[in-house]
């Protein structure tokens, strides 16, 4: 009906259609209003899912690396019983320190006028949220946790906020090798590996105990790397002058006072001379650095390309007093810029190194990783110019003598870069002669 025509049809008519006009006006707008309320109430969900999903990923990407962290310290402390009371603080101490390096968005946001700025989203994990379980061969740590997050807009609809949850479970797994350890990469040293006397007593070569037989040249020293197993179980992995003997003798993992010295040296202070460990030519390996450096450069700074049991290395000769001389200045280098004071308590009474600066358990720069190989090529031929690795550990580097002598210990290991051990050379667990938990392992996410 056209306007021009409402008169001509009547006051009554006319006031009748500008009354349905009034209503149709209405109905719109509060349609519109319907509708706009609808969507900026879609908009907000959709602003408040996005920063739920987002702090979920946060969350538990903070889980994770605190799980990952307390998986490290399962391969830190030897103590002298089973109970491993300080293991289960370190595993809990790192994953609560390495959770706290993680923000989760509007999670933890400080009172109004709190004055509190630093970190106020920071992860805060309790210590009863990280579990222990010490009952596997293979021990595992689960993060289990939860935040409460603030949201933005859901709150004008009685939503203020709701709760996530991050869960990570982590454990070790053996391996032979990798590119190095947490702290550091290899250095280009090669030394040779513990053995066994006829009593089953563990020996290092140049022992002082066996000042007058320093090499493994008695009736009944055999040697019998943690790694022969399987398509391992051979020479120069296993080996002996007199007799095979039953026990795995190289340097294997503990974490048991009562075996450092009698069925491993890990932990046990000892004294690596000069004319016993070989200088290790790493240029030959696949570069993994912008240049090749120099032997003494290797020996301050490190390869970290990736080195396993089995490889056949290059060494400089032992008359190349240069080389010999170029590593004792680069590890003394090393020593001389990473100097801090050590915690004593960790150092003396659990034998893992720890500092303000280098606060993680083993992962200060004096512990370098280091290749070994069987004792016994040091008779047989002590001119060789290759020598294959049937071993390897991360040494605590004390102090460096200006005769070339090394002192420290070996720590416990946990190794960056792990490459998985091939099942040929993965036997089944053995009494004495190979068990999964004497290996060195890597960290590893289960869940």
Known sequence: MDLQDAPRRGPGLLSSWLRIRRQQRGTIIALTAVMITTMLGMVSLSIDLGYAFSARNQLQNGVDSAALAGASALRATIES??????????????????????????SGDSPAGSGNTTQPNQLVIDPGQVGVDLSRDLPQVTVDTNVRLSLLFASLFGLSNVTIQGVAKSSVFP????????GSCWRPLIIPDSYFDSTDTVRYVGEPLRVN??????????????????????????????GLGPHVTGLRDTSLQSEMGT????????????????????????R???????????????????????????VFSTSNGIAYENVRIGLSSLKMRTAD?????ALLQHRFVKSSVY?????????????????????????????????????????????????????????????????????????????????????????
Not at 175 to 182: I, N, Y
Not at 291 to 312: H, I, P, S, T, W
Not at 429 to 438: G, H, I, K, V
């Open 81 to 106: 019983d089973l109970n491993m009371p300080r293991q289960e603080e370190l595993v809990r101490e790192l994953a609560i320190l390495y959770g706290s390096f993680n923000q989760v968005r509007r």
């Open 175 to 182: 391996v032979d090798g990798g590119t190095g350890s947490c």
């Open 263 to 286: 069925r491993t040296i890990m932990g046990k202070y000892v004294q690596l001379r000069r004319n016993y460990y070989r200088i290790a030519d790493l240029t030959t390996l696949p």
């Open 213 to 242: 037989n320093p090499l493994p040249d008695r009736q009944g020293d055999y040697y019998r790397s943690r790694f022969a197993a399987g398509a391992r179980n051979v020479a120069p992995y296993v080996d002996t002058l007199s």
């Open 341 to 345: 004071t050590l915690d004593p308590n």
């Open 359 to 447: 606060p993680a358990p083993n992962s200060h720069a004096t512990i370098i990783p280091v290749l070994l190989f069987n004792p016994f090529e040091l008779i047989r031929n002590p001119g060789a110019l290759q020598l294959r690795v049937t071993n390897f550990g991360l040494f605590y580097l004390q102090e460096v003598s200006t005769d070339g002598t090394l002192q420290g210990f070996f720590v416990r290991e946990i190794i960056a870069g792990g490459t998985p051990i091939a099942s040929t050379n993965f036997d089944g667990d053995q009494l004495n002669l190979f068990r999964r938990s004497w290996l060195p392992m890597a960290t590893q996410l289960l869940q």
């Open 288 to 314: 993994s650095t912008f240049a090749n450096l120099a032997v003494g450069d290797l020996a301050n700074f490190g390869y970290c390309g990736e080195v396993r049991v089995g490889d056949l290395i290059t």
